[in-house]
């Protein structure tokens, strides 16, 4: 994620409403990927100050929840921004802890949509298409007092993931506390709310860019056939573990259950990958004495002159550095994964596919 200006000068990020150096209000505008000083204008219109003739409304969870910061043109007749209009069901708000949880999952949720806009991915909203369109719910366990033991019993758990392109995330994956024990309880390495976000849309991409088209040949040469039975291959994987060896051949031991678990697992890590890169270019990030040097207007052009390779060198680069920094401190490593060249392999068929998209 790159870093932004306010017209003061002070250095603004992603998720600022507010300058903390003149107090300036702020919004981010999708059609120009970055955040903006705003100043009223008529009605519930607000007008850059750069740019006065560019005239805006705060979305809606941004006005009356405060759950957002992103902008909506006035040209656009929605009350929501295109990521807020992507939700069809939003947590219980009469219970109290659900705000702050809400709030962490349209922190992510926004990180991932930024992403898919500056690649340019395609992004189809539930409205548009309303069997296969995008759509997020956000949903939590229906849990009740059973009378006769007096304890708290879980009628309805929600599973996070993915079905012709809605994404169900269980809010509980918003209290850290609950989701390290899960974490721990599935022997995961790694388990972030924006790893969800990105696994899943990983999903809906597969169906977006692979499924019915001419490379699903090369999926299957590099990730499996997934016409084997989804639910057969989970229930054994569940029961009995990744295969002796499975670092060999996949980013993660959940890439192994199945051919689109192992795509939706790239796909998070390539998404992963691309944030940190723009982070690393706007914070002037060095690797062994080279910093990674992107710009604001040559990201994309950037992208499609490299040698995969030589992106991957990169990352690996920061992705050591970074785990190193945080040893230093007594944390984990931030990124504990490996790079097998199969690995490499399908990350370099997702990139490829990306740039044919971006072309």
Not at 43 to 48: E, L, N
Not at 185 to 210: A, C, K, P
Not at 248 to 270: G, Q
Request: hydrophobic share 35%.
């Amino acid at each position: 994620m790159r870093t932004f200006s306010c017209t003061c000068g002070n250095t603004l990020y992603f998720d600022n409403t507010h300058c903390l150096q003149c107090g300036q209000e702020l919004g981010f505008a999708p059609e120009q990927l970055k955040i903006i000083s705003i100043a009223p204008g008529p009605d519930t219109h607000w007008h850059s100050i750069a740019e006065p003739g560019k005239q805006y409304r705060k979305c809606q969870n941004y006005q009356a929840a405060d759950v957002c910061n992103w902008l909506v043109s006035t040209r656009d007749s929605d009350l929501f921004c295109i990521a807020c209009r992507l939700n069809t069901v939003i947590p219980d708000l009469t219970i109290a802890e659900n705000r702050q949880r809400w709030l962490k999952l349209e922190r992510a949720k926004r990180r991932l949509i930024y992403t898919l806009l500056s690649l340019k991915l395609p992004i189809i909203d539930h409205k548009t298409d309303k069997e296969h369109g995008l759509a997020f719910r956000f949903m939590q366990d229906i849990e009740e007092l059973d009378p006769f033991s007096e304890e708290v019993v879980t009628y309805e758990q929600i599973m996070t993931g993915h079905q012709t392109g809605t994404i169900t995330i269980n809010i509980i994956e918003a209290d850290d506390s609950a989701r390290e024990k899960i974490r721990e309880n599935m022997n995961e390495s790694y388990r972030t709310i924006l790893g969800h976000f990105r696994h899943e849309i990983g999903h809906y991409y597969w169906d977006q860019l692979v499924a019915r088209t001419d490379y699903i040949s090369r999926f299957r040469e590099l990730f499996g056939d997934e016409r084997i039975d989804y639910k057969t291959a989970l229930t054994g994987y569940y029961n009995t573990g990744p295969s002796q060896g499975w670092s060999h051949e996949f980013i993660s031991a959940y890439a192994s259950a199945h051919p689109w678990e192992d795509w939706a697992e790239s796909w998070a890590h390539y998404l992963h990958f691309m944030d940190m890169l723009e982070t690393a270019s706007h914070h002037h990030v060095g690797v062994q004495g080279e910093a990674i040097k992107l710009t604001d207007e040559d990201f994309h052009a950037w992208l499609e002159r490299q040698d995969f390779g030589n992106i991957i060198t990169q990352l690996e680069k920061l992705m050591r550095t970074l785990n190193e920094l945080n040893r230093s401190l007594g944390f984990p490593d931030p990124y504990p994964f490996e790079h097998s060249q199969p690995v490499i392999n399908k990350l370099k068929f997702i990139h490829q596919l990306v740039m044919q998209t971006l072309g």
